[in-house]
């Protein structure tokens, strides 16, 4: 079946630093959607992208228009806030079935 | 005020036992998802629904049913539990006027011993 490949699996960043993450889709996907899972397990939607780029304050993610077969959000000036666990989810031709990457686990220290 | 609810929230449940997870989306939505979260596995989809009185398997939907008797309201349902399916479960709402937006409720944690 379709196949989300998030990476890195886990990644530190110092507050202030910039980095980015990225999903790969092993087919065309229709759409994206972003998520972060707070410490008390909520997934709270950060971006919905069929195309393009969409910006939110220090997140910015991109939706590769052409293939569409990735997809990334960059962080900017990370905060403690910023960490937890990052999903992307991604729908193909099913409608409105997301699939799931396996997340990327955020932690931003002093 | 939160527009996807899921109740219990926590659940201790003995193998073989019936467990219920129960879902209430207050957002008119005629999209329901039901999802599971394992270390290491992301969510993985396991039944959704189009509308009241549809149920459609999703890609692990062994060993659960599904329940959707209202637009409001989508229950999952494990007739026999058994350990593997110790999780935290997951519902969401969406539909086709948002596309593929899909929005949480805040999960429940299922223990099976």
């Known amino acids: 079946g379709d196949q989300v490949e998030q990476s890195p699996s886990a990644l530190s960043l110092h507050e202030g630093t910039d980095s980015a993450l990225r999903c790969n889709f092993t087919?065309?996907?229709?759409?994206v959607q972003w998520f972060r899972q707070n410490s008390r397990g909520s997934l709270i939607s950060l971006f919905y992208l069929a195309s393009g780029t969409k910006e939110n304050g220090r997140l910015k993610s991109a939706f590769d228009s052409k293939e569409r077969r990735y997809s990334t959000l960059h962080i900017r000036d990370a905060q403690l806030e910023d960490s937890g666990t990052y999903f992307c989810?991604?729908?193909?031709?099913?409608?409105?079935?997301?699939?799931f990457g396996q997340g990327t686990s955020l932690s931003v220290v002093p | 005020e939160a527009a996807v609810t899921q109740s219990p929230r926590n659940k201790v449940a003995v193998t073989g036992g019936k467990v219920t997870l129960s879902c209430n989306q207050t957002?008119?939505?005629?999209?329901m998802y039901w999802y599971r979260q394992d270390t290491g596995h992301g969510l993985r989809l396991i039944h959704y629904s189009y509308g009241a009185g549809s149920t459609e398997k999703g890609d692990i939907p062994d060993g659960y049913k599904a329940s959707r008797p209202s637009q409001e309201n989508f229950s999952l349902i494990l007739e026999l539990a058994t350990p593997s399916q110790t999780s935290v479960y997951f519902c969401?709402?969406?539909?086709?006027?948002?596309?593929?937006?899909?929005?949480f409720g805040p999960g429940t944690r299922l223990l099976v011993l």
């Open positions: 969401a709402s969406g539909d086709e006027c948002h596309q593929d937006t899909q929005y």
């Open positions: 989810a991604a729908a193909s031709s099913s409608f409105s079935k997301l699939v």
């Open positions: 087919t065309t996907m229709r759409s």
């Open positions: 957002n008119n939505h005629n999209n």
